[in-house]
């Protein structure tokens, strides 16, 4: 197992967690998947250059955070619900997106782990699908858009993606290593999660690991799919978080139309192309 340089510390939350501080200037944000209901959706942990640290969790679409290190133990803060978004309809009317004030710089390399004997035939290529998607800003609604970053496969490999393995406790890991790993294997509590690490606005880490325990669709054709989550379709959702797009968690239809909407079902196929309003948060980006 690789080791992080970085020497990391713990900070207690008020449910217990433990949350690795990154270095001054730096932060990371965890995202899940199809969280089960008593997990947070997205965890983020920022530490600024003036030793100032923030967390922020957002559970059940309520975003809670705080603005000092004694202030984490009570998660005050803020607080929005998805409720005071307006709506729209239809996955290219959405104008619906959310950023998190960092993205990719030039080049995205990535990695996948194969080490796992329940890897699925197929994955290597559809997570290569679906980096091609996100950069290219590809959507089925007609919107000529680009990041305007280019994408490099870097193989396989042994690195580990440090996502944690336990989503009721667990916590990103120090700063990032420098290597975009994807990769599946256990993971307690959701269908995927990435960990996005930054320094200021560029992105430095992207980490993502996908389930072992799902049974995953990798077939680029959409007949006869049952009872299996569509992989294409929830890699594009994740390298979404790794250029800088956060979840969306609204209840109407132009937010469930969405690549980035926070939660999918088994043998659904719409995310494996962008929404309009993906796009819109692309474009916002870069």
């Given at each position: 197992m690789r080791r992080l340089v970085q020497k990391v510390v713990t900070l207690p939350t008020a449910e217990g967690r433990k949350l690795h501080i990154p270095g001054k200037g730096r932060s990371w944000t965890l995202f899940v998947e199809n969280a089960d209901s008593s997990i947070p959706t997205e965890i983020s942990v920022e530490h600024g250059r003036d030793n100032s640290l923030r967390a922020s969790v957002v559970l059940n679409g309520i975003r809670s955070s705080s603005g000092s290190e004694t202030q984490l133990a009570t998660a005050e803060g803020s607080v929005t619900t998805a409720a005071t978004m307006a709506a729209a309809a239809g996955e290219c009317t959405s104008t619906r997106y959310s950023q998190k004030?960092?993205?990719?710089?030039?080049?995205?390399?990535?990695?996948?782990?194969?080490?796992?004997?329940?890897?699925?035939?197929?994955?290597?290529?559809?997570?290569?699908?679906?980096?091609?998607?996100?950069?290219?800003?590809?959507?089925?609604?007609?919107?000529?858009?680009?990041?305007?970053?280019?994408?490099?496969?870097?193989?396989?490999?042994?690195?580990?993606?440090?996502?944690?393995?336990?989503?009721?406790?667990?916590?990103?890991?120090?700063?990032?290593?420098?290597?975009?790993?994807?990769?599946?294997?256990?993971?307690?509590?959701?269908?995927?999660?990435?960990?996005?690490?930054a320094v200021g606005g560029n992105i430095v880490t992207t980490d993502t690991t996908f389930s072992s325990d799902i049974s995953w669709w990798t077939s680029t054709s959409t007949t006869g799919c049952s009872g299996k989550r569509d992989l294409l379709s929830t890699a594009t959702h994740e390298i979404g978080h790794s250029f800088g797009l956060g979840d969306l968690s609204g209840s109407t239809s132009d937010y469930s139309t969405q690549t980035m909407y926070y939660v999918a079902s088994n043998c659904t196929f719409h995310r494996r192309s962008l929404g309009s309003g993906d796009v819109a948060g692309l474009k916002a980006i870069y």
């Amino acid at each position: 197992m690789r080791r992080l340089v970085q020497k990391v510390v713990t900070l207690p939350t008020a449910e217990g967690r433990k949350l690795h501080i990154p270095g001054k200037g730096r932060s990371w944000t965890l995202f899940v998947e199809n969280a089960d209901s008593s997990i947070p959706t997205e965890i983020s942990v920022e530490h600024g250059r003036d030793n100032s640290l923030r967390a922020s969790v957002v559970l059940n679409g309520i975003r809670s955070s705080s603005g000092s290190e004694t202030q984490l133990a009570t998660a005050e803060g803020s607080v929005t619900t998805a409720a005071t978004m307006a709506a729209a309809a239809g996955e290219c009317t959405s104008t619906r997106y959310s950023q998190k004030g960092y993205k990719q710089v030039d080049i995205f390399k990535f990695y996948v782990r194969t080490y796992n004997a329940s890897y699925p035939t197929g994955g290597v290529a559809r997570i290569q699908d679906a980096a091609a998607t996100i950069i290219g800003a590809n959507n089925g609604c007609g919107i000529t858009a680009d990041t305007g970053v280019t994408y490099s496969y870097g193989g396989t490999t042994t690195r580990d993606a440090y996502v944690p393995n336990d989503l009721a406790t667990g916590s990103c890991l120090g700063d990032g290593d420098g290597a975009n790993v994807l990769t599946f294997g256990t993971l307690t509590g959701g269908a995927a999660a990435t960990c996005v690490y930054a320094v200021g606005g560029n992105i430095v880490t992207t980490d993502t690991t996908f389930s072992s325990d799902i049974s995953w669709w990798t077939s680029t054709s959409t007949t006869g799919c049952s009872g299996k989550r569509d992989l294409l379709s929830t890699a594009t959702h994740e390298i979404g978080h790794s250029f800088g797009l956060g979840d969306l968690s609204g209840s109407t239809s132009d937010y469930s139309t969405q690549t980035m909407y926070y939660v999918a079902s088994n043998c659904t196929f719409h995310r494996r192309s962008l929404g309009s309003g993906d796009v819109a948060g692309l474009k916002a980006i870069y």
